[in-house]
């Protein structure tokens, strides 16, 4: 039997970086600057031009090293994340180990010195890289191009509608056809992109097996069909069997497919975009292709699109004349720059490592360990008399899965945002409940990709178990909980209301005044 | 910090129904019911929610509540010591009852007033306290069509003390809804509208937009009637159903709207309210017409609850492509998976609206609904 952890987070009561310090106290001092530089140039400041030039200085808290790195220090202490605990919580995430030799490689100073402006001359080996790995993913994808430059999942599938609307204006059906079909379990950016692209959009709710039923599709689809914009497997873990029927339908129509693939972890190596009719798609680096996300690092969608589609792609792409590589911007169809620069290609270098340690037969194993994970864990969690699984499925859920606490709910009043600050008391990370809308009551979704030990799932299965009893015998623990958290208890309330949100410490300063330092203390 | 709570049950609600009477309003059922071998079970499934309340709370609490079986002898029984208010005497518990009690407790001052009842007392609390203070269900009644009900009574015992506990207290306003229990009886279902309960949510029981602007009621009812004014810019007729939907609507109009009833609109401007169906039949003689209605929440009736004046007559020549179906997500997805229904008292017509459609659910947003 799984012994549950005796666990208890750090506890620094640290304030905010912006109320330490004292005036006076430096970390730094430069030197002064030496008088044959000053009889060269005159005052250095006077070379930073006059529009850039701060008039007052900004407010920096005045701190010695020593105190700066304690403070960070004592943060992280605070944290918790994958590289100290499991991470199968944060379902949808695909949290999965990222090798630290690949940390080694973007830090480098080959990579890490180099600049966006250079001359192709002068980057031939990223260059390289970037055109390799793009290659890799037309082979894992079955399609024809890809771009690096969006900086995350959102903005890859922001450019896949970007794409879809150029497509159809350049054959006269811009203004007809205004209309982007996704699914309720997709991940809401399929909605919120086309949205933001003009697009009206139209979701399909799940039918009695999880996923759309085809006469829902069929509905939806008519002469103002622009594309279909959806996730497969769904936020369930289900995959959707009729996608085939899907991209046929919606082509019928005359509309493009656009695959998000997001949750790809669980399909590498075994299924493709091209195969199931899609005509653009994206994954992100930074879950299935292990680049480090959260505060790690800058992510990267990478975005496909068939050949047809190609010269749509956000420009530059990098080329390849047989001598030399090179970006090509002369690409007068290309929707533009969805990022500054050519986004994180660190990103890319990382992917690429990962890709060749792994080999293709390697890919397939890390999509059917995690697939295998998942369903170990979904037999622990099936056990446990409080958790529902919603919607019959023929076969296996791929790489997460959509738990629900609503029998334990019922039976206890214990709800799901109660179990989810009880499970950290014992060492596990908080998990994902569920995008908008929730469909699935009490929802949480686990995602125990290929990187989780048998020992790992144990102990999640055994957390959970142990948190059902527990609200059956002592219901007040796991309801004032946490016990053993860095935190004891914040007012989540406050999460969905606009306006009592501070996104900055200006923000915070001039939305609260003083009243926010009173607020804290109290806290404390 | 303390919380004063009311509690009004009905100790006769629910009696009918295991005697197939459907429903004890009037004396006279509630004889009958009583002669059948009926036995009152409201107080016991009120003292569910109370005795949770209770032990959740502690010395905190303080309940308000009218004497004998409307809600002091729940207390009693679970060692509570409540405020005795309101009636003094009670001998066949009726609706002036109902309604004097609630009167007297939210006149006393409470920040959430409980009542054990069906859709009859949910009526009478909504003639008496209006759609105001926070007022929560404990379903006991026979009729339930009502959406101001949490889904049994330990639900209703969690979310109160959620809702007292919280530093944002929200409601939101939800349908009461009844029929006609003679025609019930005599087999004939004819809901009405009667008018809204304010009643209290939990954050994490919301759902919110897919995408958009907010998670909460408000936000997605703007987005509603800003994509629905947008199209009512052309010469049609516009035809907006009862609720807070589409009430939202005419408010983005700046026109006047009947909560309850069924008003018409043409280029952005109210030119009949509260509508019977006679009115509609002239109003659409030879002109272009919208239909807009919302599936009443919990329930998922399109037509034939609480908008009987949108009548078979009106939705043909309207036609079926010209209704538009507004609803919020958080609506929908109440309807756990369920579809949306029509029971506009022509079989043939139900059939012919059955199918797949469209309901808009924010700006520019809509998605695909079963209806049977």
Redesign the interface.
């Known amino acids: 039997m799984t012994r549950l952890r005796n666990f208890h987070a750090a506890q620094w009561d640290e304030p905010l970086i912006l109320d330490k310090g004292s005036p006076g106290e430096r970390g730094y001092m430069p030197p002064a600057v030496e008088p044959a530089i000053s009889e060269a140039i005159g005052n250095p400041l006077s070379l930073i031009p006059d529009e850039m030039r701060r008039e007052v200085p900004p407010r920096l808290p005045e701190m010695a090293q020593p105190s700066v790195l304690r403070h960070y220090l004592r943060l992280s202490q605070m944290t918790m994340g994958c590289h100290i605990t499991p991470d199968a919580s944060l379902g949808t995430c695909t949290m999965k180990y990222s090798p630290q030799g690949n940390e080694h490689l973007v830090r480098m100073p080959e990579m890490s010195d180099l600049h966006p402006l250079q001359d192709d001359e002068t980057t031939q080996g990223i260059l390289e890289i970037i055109y390799k790995f793009e290659e890799m993913l037309c082979e894992i994808s079955g399609m024809d191009a890809f771009t690096f430059q969006p900086a995350g999942g959102s903005p890859a599938i922001f450019a896949n509608a970007c794409i879809i609307r150029a497509y159809h204006r350049d054959r006269g059906e811009g203004d007809q056809r205004d209309e982007i079909i996704s699914t309720a379990f997709s991940h809401p950016i399929d909605c919120a992109a086309p949205a933001v692209a003009g697009y009206r959009v139209i979701t399909l709710m799940p039918g009695p097996n999880g996923f759309p039923e085809l006469d829902a599709l069929k509905a939806a689809v008519s002469e103002r069909t622009a594309g279909l914009m959806m996730t497969n497997p769904e936020d369930t873990g289900i995959f959707n069997p009729q996608v085939e029927e899907f991209t046929r339908i919606v082509h019928e129509a005359g509309g493009l497919c656009a695959y998000d693939q997001a949750n790809a972890n669980g399909i590498l190596g075994v299924t493709r975009a091209c195969d199931n009719g899609f005509d653009l798609c994206q994954f992100n680096l930074h879950k299935t292709f292990s680049v480090p996300h959260g505060s790690t690092g800058g992510s990267c969608g990478a975005g496909g699109c068939t050949d047809e589609l190609a010269k749509y792609l956000p420009s530059p792409m990098v080329a390849f004349d047989g001598e030399r590589y090179f970006w090509d911007y002369a690409r007068p169809h290309s929707i533009g720059k969805i990022r500054s620069f050519h986004g994180n290609v660190q990103a890319v270098l990382r992917s690429y490592a990962w890709v060749l340690a792994h080999g293709a037969e390697g890919l397939r194993a890390v999509a059917e360990t995690a697939v295998l994970n998942n369903n170990y864990l979904q037999s622990l969690l099936a056990q446990i008399p409080g958790v529902d699984i919603k919607y019959e499925t023929q076969g296996h859920r791929l790489q997460e899965v959509r738990y629900s606490w609503q029998p334990l709910l019922e039976e206890t009043g214990i709800g799901t945002e109660d179990v989810k600050r009880r499970m950290v008391d014992f060492g596990l990370q908080g998990y994902f409940t569920s995008h908008h809308p929730v469909l699935v009551p009490e929802p949480f979704t686990l995602e125990p990709s290929e990187t989780w030990s048998k020992a790992d799932l144990d102990e999640y299965g055994a957390v959970f178990n142990h948190i059902d009893g527990e609200a059956r015998s002592d219901p007040e623990t796991v309801r004032n909980a946490p016990h053993s958290a860095s935190v004891r208890r914040i007012h989540e309330d406050a999460v969905d209301e606009p306006d009592q949100w501070a996104m900055t410490w200006r923000g915070w300063k001039r939305k609260y005044g003083e009243k926010a330092t009173n607020v804290r203390t109290a806290a404390n | 910090m303390s919380k004063r709570v009311g509690l009004i049950v009905n100790p006769i609600a629910g009696m009918g129904g295991r005697v197939g009477l459907k429903g004890t309003d009037g004396v006279d059922a509630v004889e009958r019911a009583r002669a059948l071998g009926a036995v009152p079970a409201s107080s016991d499934r009120a003292s569910v929610t109370v005795g949770?309340l209770a032990g959740r709370s502690g010395d905190e609490l303080t309940i308000l509540t009218p004497p004998g079986a409307m809600g002091e002898q729940v207390c009693r029984s679970l060692g509570l010591d409540p405020v005795v208010i309101g009636p003094q005497t009670i001998d066949v518990t009726g609706a002036e009852d109902t309604r004097i009690a609630a009167r007297a407790i939210i006149d006393a001052g409470v920040d959430l007033l409980l009542f054990a009842g069906g859709d009859g007392t949910a009526r009478d609390l909504y003639e008496a306290v209006g759609t105001g203070p926070p007022v929560l269900g404990i379903p006991t009644g026979v009729k339930m069509h009502s959406s101001v009900y949490a889904t049994?009574p330990?639900?209703a015992?969690?979310l109160a003390?959620r809702f007292l506990s919280?530093?944002?207290q929200l409601c939101r306003e939800s349908e009461v809804m009844d029929i006609d229990e003679k025609a019930f009886r005599e087999g004939r279902v004819s809901a009405r509208l009667y008018g809204y309960l304010n009643v209290p949510y939990h954050?994490?029981l919301?759902?919110?937009?897919?995408?958009?602007s907010?998670?909460?009621g408000a936000g997605e009812l703007t987005g509603i009637a800003a994509d629905i004014t947008e199209r009512m810019t052309g010469g049609a007729l516009w035809i907006l159903g009862p609720g807070t939907t589409t009430r939202a609507i005419a408010e983005r109009l700046g026109e006047k709207k009947t909560l309850l009833g069924v008003d018409l609109y043409s280029r952005g401007e109210a030119v009949s309210l509260d509508a019977s169906e006679q009115d509609l039949l002239r109003h659409l003689d030879g002109q272009p017409a919208r239909i807009v209605v919302t599936p009443i929440g919990g329930q998922g009736y399109l037509f034939g609850r609480g908008n009987q004046q949108l009548s078979p007559r009106v939705i043909r020549r309207v036609g079926k492509e010209n209704i538009v179906v507004v609803a919020t997500?958080?609506k929908?997805?109440g309807l756990?998976?369920e579809p949306l229904l029509v029971d506009s008292g022509d079989a043939d017509l139900d059939r012919e609206l059955a199918?797949?459609?469209?309901v808009v659910?924010g700006y520019?947003?809509?998605?695909?609904?079963?209806v049977s």
């Open positions: 949770l049994n330990r639900a015992g969690d003390v919280s530093d944002y954050r994490s919301v759902q919110g937009l897919k995408t958009g907010g998670f909460g997500t958080w929908l997805t756990d998976g199918g797949y459609l469209r659910t520019h947003q809509e998605s695909v609904q079963r």
